[in-house]
């Protein structure tokens, strides 16, 4: 059976799949015309929504005669269906990977920006003894009103975490959801 991986390159981390799936004939591409040349009799294709376009939806409509699923290491799909999927084929992603980690990140430059970091590592370049006026401005997360856009596994996960701090959240969508 063959896989093909675009648009990545040797040495990028996805690549090592190879590693793990040995018994997978792999073709790794970085350009349209390679993978169209490569796409034809591969049952598996390994790619990313950012690099979805038009004329690499046709490639793959003309060409992945074989071809039964795609797998985007990206979470989101839409640039894939915009730029038409080959019929027929499964579509799987990556949704919620890196939720934990974004959620942890979003959390630290949440908790960086309350307690005024940024105006602190200014202040202190600046050789400035602010301690008075930076105090009046510290804030806390205990009892605040956290707004998280997106309820998607990166906003869930935040909303989860922002329970350590005693923070109420409200999250918004663009699409509907359970509560």
């Not at 675009?6 to 792999?26: M, S």
């Not at 950012?50 to 690499?56: D, E, S, V």
């Not at 080959?86 to 980690?101: F, I, L, Q």
């Not at 307690?115 to 003894?129: D, F, G, I, S």
């Amino acid at each position: 059976m063959k896989a093909v991986v675009y648009p990545f390159r040797k040495g990028d981390a996805i690549v090592r799949l190879a590693e793990d799936f040995p018994d997978l004939q792999w073709a790794v591409v970085s350009s349209t015309e390679e993978l169209a040349r490569a796409i034809g009799d591969a049952e598996i294709l390994v790619t990313s929504n950012r690099i979805c376009t038009p004329a690499y939806g046709e490639a793959l409509r003309r060409n992945a005669r074989k071809l039964r699923w795609m797998y985007f290491s990206s979470s989101g799909i839409e640039r894939g269906v915009a730029m038409g999927l080959p019929e027929g084929v499964r579509v799987s992603n990556s949704t919620g990977v890196k939720a934990t980690m974004v959620a942890e990140h979003a959390m630290t430059l949440l908790l960086a920006l309350l307690r005024q970091l940024p105006e602190c590592q200014a202040h202190q370049r600046a050789h400035l003894y602010t301690r008075e006026e930076t105090n009046g401005r510290l804030r806390t997360l205990e009892d605040a009103t956290v707004c998280v856009i997106g309820r998607g596994a990166i906003g869930r996960e935040i909303v989860r975490k922002r329970k350590a701090f005693d923070a109420h959240p409200i999250a918004v969508s663009r699409t509907p959801m359970d509560p």
